[in-house]
């Protein structure tokens, strides 16, 4: 993503140069170790910053701060995961929000909508579940994607969700395109943003492909950027609205009606997990398959390796990934949620992050997000919202139901 300010300098700094062509740098306190590192950060990740603009100099100064917030984190002697300049080491704070784009929606309050507890996951016992599964983890549907500058972090985790139980259930497997979700998806109540690339939900994608359907990725290419939508996708007799808001709150499960497009390809609902609950979502993503969970994902423009521990209790959730499995990390022993994120695969662990999970997080690691309305309300929404565990992750969690 690129700066929308001039690349031009001023005339008075151009007027600046040596005989040898060289700029006078206003970031002078840049140590020549981030400029040599940023050099090579230009060429490995094809920016065109041309090195006597002022955007060049400002996105220096953002790399050269990152680098130093890296070394103090890699510092820690009891860190449990590696910091450095990962593809993002460049971007302004409002470029990395709008890459994040958003996942899920504070809800209204519970219990006025019309989701059915029919077949629901279950609250059970965490130690009635096996101490680490990652079976699902080499699903042939479970390619890392790239979302480009797009806020569309929400349809792509949920166009890789149902692909991965299309996979697990269907024969022959169904595809799930994420700029049809992106296209298509209703959002009238502006839950997780404006729409499209501007944000929408989990919930409302899901909502979209069991009620109207959805093209595949052979049918619709993803490109990134906002598309007409397929007039059928957007009109079918008598659906109504499906992007009830008050409806889609609510836990539990979410059936397929008679005539809903789902069901031909073997879709029988979709359901929202129990809010801030640690086991329903581990027996999810152990029994059922991939989850499409919310996080707060802030400070994940540093990941590098290992098990992220780096969110305050009161987290932001405003990014929407695929959990793929979980497990305990060999070299530090710890427990961690294995996520898979649509940054590209050259972010984090091959596109992948670990996050720290506790058998207790439901008690012991919950704060609040007081402000949804950057990334979690819809306008009807509450002013904050409890969030659970590392990153926010038990707040907001959607796992489709194929046959």
């Known amino acids: 993503m690129n700066s929308c300010r001039s690349a031009a300098v001023s005339a008075a700094l151009i007027q600046q140069r040596s005989d040898m062509k060289q700029v006078i740098h206003p970031t002078s306190s840049v140590p020549a170790a981030h400029e040599a590192a940023f050099a090579a950060f230009i060429l490995s990740n094809g920016r065109a910053y041309k090195t006597d603009s002022e ?15 890296a070394d103090a984190l890699n510092s820690r002697p009891d860190k449990l995961w590696t910091a450095g300049a990962t593809k993002h080491a460049d971007f302004s704070e409002e470029e990395f929000a709008r890459l994040r784009g958003w996942a899920g929606r504070a809800s209204p309050t519970l219990g006025n909508g019309k989701a059915s507890s029919s077949g629901a996951v279950a609250l059970v016992q965490a130690d009635a579940l096996p101490a680490e599964s990652t079976r699902w983890s ?117 059936d397929a009606r008679k005539g809903d497009a789902g069901l031909k390809v073997g879709m029988t ?60 990390d060999q070299v530090s022993s710890v427990k961690y949620w294995l996520i898979q994120n649509s940054w590209g695969q050259t972010w984090g662990e091959n596109g992948r992050i670990k996050l720290l999970r506790s058998e207790t997080e439901e008690t012991d690691y919950c704060g609040t997000d007081n402000q949804p309305e950057l990334g979690t309300a819809c306008e009807d929404g509450p002013a904050s919202v409890k969030v659970c565990g590392m990153c926010g992750i038990l707040y907001d969690n959607v796992v489709p139901h194929f046959k």
């Open 138 to 254: 080499t699903l042939n549907s479970l390619k890392v994607r790239d979302q480009g500058g797009c806020g569309s972090c929400w349809a792509e985790a949920a166009s890789t969700v149902l692909d991965a139980h299309s996979e697990i259930y269907n024969s022959p497997q169904k595809s799930f395109g994420a700029q049809s979700i992106l296209d298509c998806t209703p959002n009238p109540h502006k839950c997780g943003g404006d729409g499209g690339c501007q944000g929408a939900t989990v919930e409302l994608a899901m909502n979209q492909v069991l009620r109207r359907g959805v093209q595949s990725e052979g049918e619709q290419e993803y490109v990134g950027t906002d598309m007409s939508c397929k007039k059928s996708l957007l009109q079918v007799a008598g659906l109504g609205d499906v992007s009830d808001s008050n409806d889609l709150a609510s836990e539990g499960r979410h």
């Open 55 to 69: 955007e060049y100099q400002r996105r220096l100064t953002l790399f050269s701060t990152r680098l130093t917030k």
């Open 269 to 328: 609902g979709w359901e929202r997990l129990p809010e801030n609950k640690y086991a329903p979502l581990l027996r999810a993503v152990a029994e059922l398959g991939p989850v499409a969970v919310s996080v707060g994902a802030g400070g994940w423009d540093l990941y590098m390796g290992g098990v992220f521990d780096g969110c305050p209790k009161d987290a932001v959730i405003d990014h929407a990934v695929t959990l793929v499995g979980y497990g305990k």
